[in-house]
């Protein structure tokens, strides 16, 4: 099993920057994929950014390419989300996921996700 708690959301002003960290215990020796999804109101939660913990391959989501950088610590049981230049879009709850033995390729999806933090508000007002 793997236990993940989130932490860093809050309120910025649009064009701010904000650092979300996800930790995570239990089994932190398993290679797995870490993700970090977000849900805003009426919307479905969809990944925005991943992390595989073995070789450190990152994926993002196009919306948030060149402003948003994940990355682990040297212990890879800390996962961070650096997000830069936010605008009223990036407005949603942030939630980390671990999906274990998987390669962040294969799990794009929500539903592909067994571990789940407690989520984190992230909210950019203009």
């Known amino acids: 099993q793997v236990q993940l708690v989130e932490s860093g959301g809050g309120s910025v002003q649009a064009g701010g920057s904000l650092r979300l960290s996800c930790a995570a215990s239990g089994d932190t020796y398993s290679s797995r994929c870490m993700a970090w999804f977000r849900q805003a109101p009426g919307k479905e939660r969809a990944r925005v950014a991943a992390?595989?913990?073995?070789?450190?391959?990152?994926y993002y989501t196009d919306s948030v390419k060149g402003r948003f950088t994940i990355s682990q610590n040297d212990a890879k049981n800390t996962v961070y989300l650096q997000m830069n230049s936010l605008t009223p879009e990036d407005t949603a709850m942030y939630f980390c996921?671990?999906?274990?033995?998987?390669?962040?390729?294969?799990?794009?999806?929500?539903?592909?996700?067994?571990?789940w933090g407690q989520g984190t508000q992230v909210t950019v007002s203009s």
């Open positions: 992390i595989y913990s073995d070789d450190g391959s990152t």
């Open positions: 996921a671990a999906r274990r033995w998987t390669h962040c390729s294969n799990v794009p999806y929500a539903s592909d996700y067994l571990h």
